[in-house]
């Protein structure tokens, strides 16, 4: 992780409508709806709100009553990899799910509107990452970052950089903005200056049973503490808490597999 804040700053506050490309959301499907409501309620102290009913079992995690994610349920022959997939977003999500298409991307789902919540497609890059596309009707996005338990960051773990950075600042109109290293390859996508989500080039160091993917950073008041919690509620520790620039950072996974970053920013 470089540049340490998404979509907003750090002071907890509502948002506006996100500019397009922003990553305005997070949602993660499963087989189990109920047992990972109880690990996240748990973990991060969500409560939930049911819908739209228009994505089959679907609830919306909510944290000081903002909402701040999304899980639904995965059909029982659906074999996919349970992985948290943000939502970028869009003022028109048909034109850049066509825009997708062109640049050598897939829409796998949609475009399709979710009640009066907005419209979304999900799609994935030339390198089989998956992601969402998000036109905000009622539903905005999150609606609070900056505390414990709220998404922080997104970034996209890849086999390398720079091309598929032209594949997302194409349809999503970022600029980048390179990390300087010989041995780390990073770029941060940006708006108008502003970071809003990293690419982290790793080579053969990616899962071999993953491939390219987005991985989720949520905020925690204390990792270590945060890391117990996860293993005694069932989860898994990949990588655990150390320090870096930004924060201390740990990866875990949830009971079904899900991996994610906990980072506790510096105070």
Known sequence: ?????GPAGPDGGTHTRHAPGTPCWVSLMVHG????Q??????????????PQQLGPYVRALLDGAEVAGIGQLPPDRHLPIAWTPYLASDDVDVTAETVRLCGGTIGVGPLDAAEAGRLAIGSDPSGAVFGIWQAAEHLGTGITGVP???AWNELLTFESVSVAKFYET??????EAVVSADFDYLTLQIEGRPVAGIHGVGHALPRDRGPHWITYFEAADVDETVERVVDLGGHVLSPPKDGAHGRVATVADPEGARFCLIESPR
């Open 33 to 36: 709806l109920t047992t990972t």
């Open 1 to 5: 992780m470089t540049e340490a804040r």
């Open 171 to 176: 349809v999503f109109g970022y600029e980048e």
């Open 149 to 151: 338990g709220t998404p």
């Open 38 to 51: 109880e690990f996240y309620g748990a973990l991060f102290g969500w409560e939930f709100r049911p819908g």
